[in-house]
């Protein structure tokens, strides 16, 4: 368990990650925390030529508020965010999941980017990002741009980035007035790979109506994934016990695909999506409303 | 003797050092020019392989050599049967044991076929890269049921079968038991793999100073003596050109005791062939393949009673999964077909096993060795049978306890250590009544459990019974010495692996010398220091090297007072031992220290009288006739959540028997730590293997340990039935916390589903099975 051999570059501005990766194209990966990639290359699974350790760069470290909401640094430890209060009250759903994310050793030295751009299926972060409409900020030698959450995730492991491009920021809207949120997520043990997780963002109108609502899962396909049809069932309903659960049974039983593992099958993922999401969608009405459900 | 060291709960003496760093680990040994050791693994379960050509790997830099069995020439061996068949009437047996570097043929993943020796681990692996081996791939022998099918692949060809070893033992008459018995119950039972994964897995360090002529090796073995002499044996040395070093190791758990692992023999092979020092550190995926496991097995069970819960007999056919090879015999499956019987009056017992080759690791003793598999199959019986008789769990058990008055208790059958099943002693139930009282047993079944229930709960309650016999021989040795320093120094061959043996044989010695406990000194498993001896395992050392320990203090003590009497002018009798001093029974004034005494008995002139011996120092070897039988009850209060099944456990008590209690304190740890393990069996660990006999989960990511937040606090205690079979009537207490987990969990979630009559019969459970296994019972419940 030693990784093959590689060169190392700890380059201290972005501009010379960015040329560094532009020339190594995609024989280099990005060091961020290191808790997915060196484990990877510590089986030999991962054997890239070279890595780019971001950890010297200044610049990607940060939490602050700006125009889009709430911007977090990609190389932001997961800690930082977790005990932020900007974060805290920008991202309430960002700060609830952030405890879900391993062990607190892993998350002080786990950074926001690395997870966001790492993509895991059972990530937290993903699923967060998409349930909040986060946006992405990519930045490659010739190019800068900002990609929706959604559009982020393309496949298993896979984003929109392409060789040559870095995450260096992430940016979360301002919560909605009355809208709740919430996140949940079973794990066979605190701190391991969820068999299943959501999040879930709803927003109400005056009269008490659903007027938007979000449902994304994770460890449940192939990336995050966003249960669209039930949160179009939810809008313009009385958030009732019974449509709430509803919802949460048309997700699970047709917008999710979920593979079998040796901890979870298909039929007990499912299980646990209709299970979690009723409770994702219970509590962030609940907190939308500050009320007793109808 | 004023102050008392034997029974108390004391710190453990090795703990500073541990907690602080400064222990030594076979990792920690860095010696000059070190060269570094990888194994070209099989990634294949089954196949022949046709060539091996380690070629361009000779020549990458840094590469210093590259061996495969060819390279071996008459070194080249299988490993030694460790324990021969038990003298079982109409045994089958079939011997094999593993091989250095598979030859012709690998039979499970990850059996080392090449061996890298390199200036450095990271260059020995990317030498890994260029080793080419041309296989046949063959169809793998995974499933226990379709080994033994006519056709089926061989594991090992010239065998003609994948039988390893068929043993029936019987007592009583089942066939006549079944005919008198009101109800006869059958069943299946499944018990699957799990590994020991000990925090440090094993580690070989080896050093031939070809000046000196002598092998050194650091080495993570239970068992020193047995790896020295061996060693010296197949490289042709006199054992005093061998030592052997078990430093601390970082738990043993009984893999650490299979003899000889691949690496052990090679390492030392090739320090003597390279002239050098070189070193090989498992690494925890190679852990997964190359360190032995345990557990497969299936049972086809059958218990007859009476209509009131009295057991007539029981009758169980079982498959037992050996393995690619099979070195330690019969102990596992041994263990299950005797422990089986458990607490119990069983007057009929009827049990045939067939144990099977698979192209899966190693299977020798993992902590429990076997045990587990047969208190689940009994207390899983006892279950079913009180469902269906209406009795309480608790009720059936002591309604077919062994009473107190009956021991020695004969089982007829033969044991492990190839004695008669006898239980020394045993009072099984006032644990039983004690535990029921800890956990409030019927406050929760009468009170709490309805109220819960009501509220939309699944809580279930559970109280499980076994036995353990620990302790076996053949003998272990101590040598203690009082040195001029007064001071007590300790030696014995065990080595030590977590268990306190620096604290608790201290405690021993102290309790007859009368020193302080942080003034023994003990040593344990350097073959230099002591010569003689078995090794740790099988819950024995406490009995074995403690009552050594015992001996050889109490002789120590007799000089001691011989001396001091000829000294003070005074009679034995009148002396006492008392903090490092001997003196006149309450007086303090007349008195000698122990390093001064100690210095007497080694003059500078004048001579050693004929029939005597210089020095303060005895050395003695304790050696039981047979292993004692300890004893215990768990209980718990499980809670499911209904909605995803996962588990939490709300009160969880052990009440143990381990005879007299050296080190309460570290007595609690053991019991802890085996408890931990025996959830993790229950609940967590499963090796699953695929239908090639790939291991499909060989990391810790996905291989699921315990972690300190699934393991609850333990309520425990302790009843007393001293052992008659050794002076300080100890038994082991090693393996008691993990033997009857599995059961209990099964008859605590049996419990909360009692409505819809689930009825657990497989360890290990995991959330994804109990949501299978409760839709099954709805979906019964509703037809």
Known sequence: MKPAAFD?????????????????????????????????????????????????????????????????????????????????????????????????????????????????????????????????????????????????????????????????????????????????????????????GAAAVVELSEEGAIKKARLVFLSVGEGPVAADQAAAMLVGERPTATALRAAAEEAATKEIDPVGDIHAGPAYRRHLARVIGERVLTRATARANEAPLL | MTTRQFGQPLKRNEDPRLLTGHALFTDDVQLPGMLHVAFWRSDLAHAFIRSVDVESARKRPGIVAVYTAEDLGEFWQPGPLLVPPPPVEQLEFHQRTQVPLAKGKVRHAGEAVAMVVAESRYLAEDALDDVYVDYEPLEAVVDLEAALAAGAPLVHEDLGTNVSARVTQTKGDWAAAESEADLVLRRRYHYDRGTAAAMENRGIAASWDERAQRLTVWDTTQAPIAIRNGL????????????????????????????????????????????????????????????????????????????????????????????????????????????????????????????????????????????????????????????????????????????????????????????????????????????????????FKQEE????????????????????????GPYEGARVTVEASGKVSVATGVGTQGQGHYTSFAQVVAEQIGVDVPDVHVVTGDTDLFYWGAGTFASRGAVVAGNAMHAAATKVRRKILKLAGEKLEAAEEDLELIEGRVQVKGVPQTSISLGALAAEANPMRGAVQPGTEPGLEATEYFGPERGATASGVHAMILRVDKDTFLLEIERYVVVHDCGTVINPLILEGQIQGGVAQGIGNAFYEQLHFDENGALRNASLMDYLLPTASDIPNIVSDHVETPSPLNPLGVKGAGEAGAIPVGALFAQALDDAYRDIELEVREIPLSPNRLFELVGEALTRERA
């Open chain 1, 8 to 196: 190392y570059h700890a380059p201290r501005t972005l501009e010379e990650a960015l040329d560094l990766l532009a020339a190594y194209g995609e024989d280099a990966k990005p060091l961020a925390g290191g808790q997915s990639l060196v484990p990877t290359m510590n089986f030999r699974l991962a054997q890239p030529e070279a890595l780019v350790d971001l950890n010297e760069i200044d610049g990607l470290f940060f939490i602050r508020e700006g125009e889009r909401g709430l911007h977090c640094g990609a190389m932001t430890r997961q800690r930082a965010v977790e005990r932020s209060g900007m974060a805290r009250k920008a991202a309430p759903l960002l700060h609830e999941a952030m405890p879900h994310i391993a062990h607190a050793q892993i998350r002080n030295r786990g950074t926001i980017g690395g997870s966001l751009a790492h993509a895991d299926p059972a990530a937290e972060l993903p699923a967060v990002a998409i349930a909040l409409d986060a946006s992405m900020y990519v930045r490659s030698v010739t190019d800068a741009r900002w990609v929706p959450a959604r559009d982020f995730y393309v496949g298993l492991f896979a984003t929109a980035m392409e060789p040559g491009e870095l995450l260096v920021e992430v940016a979360f809207p301002q919560p909605r007035p009355r809208s709740g949120w919430a996140f949940e997520e079973v794990a066979r043990q605190h701190g391991n790979y969820a068999m299943c």
């Open chain 2, 232 to 443: 010296a044996a197949m490289l042709g040395l006199s054992e005093h050109q061998v030592r052997v070093i078990a430093p601390f190791i970082g738990g043993g758990f009984g893999p650490k005791i299979m003899m000889f692992y691949p690496e052990e023999v090679l390492l030392a092979w090739a320090a003597v062939q390279l002239n050098c020092s070189l070193k090989w550190i498992e690494d925890r995926e190679e852990n997964f393949y190359a360190t032995t496991q345990e557990r497969g097995q299936i049972h086809d069970a059958a218990i007859a009673l009476k209509r009131d819960g009295t057991v007539l007999g029981v009758k169980d056919r079982f498959l037992h999964d050996a393995g690619a090879y099979a070195p330690y015999g019969l102990t596992v499956p041994i263990n299950s077909q005797c422990t089986l019987l458990g607490p119990y009056v069983v007057p009929s017992y009827r049990s045939e096993f067939t144990s099977v080759f698979t192209n899966k690791p190693i299977v020798t003793p993992y902590r429990g060795a076997g045990r587990q598999h047969g208190v689940f199959v009994m207390e899983r019986l006892l279950d079913a049978a009180a469902r269906r008789l209406s009795l309480d769990p608790a009720e059936i058990r002591r309604r077919n306890f062994i009473p107190p008055e009956e021991f020695p208790y004969s089982n007829e059958i033969i044991y492990q250590d190839f004695a008669p099943l006898v239980y020394d002693s045993g009072n099984y139930e006032p644990a039983l009544d004690r535990a029921l009282e800890l956990i409030d047993y019927e406050r």
């Open chain 2, 449 to 472: 459990q309805p109220r819960r229930e009501a509220a939309g709960e699944r809580v279930g309650i559970a109280v499980v019974n076994y036995i353990e016999g620990t302790g076996i």
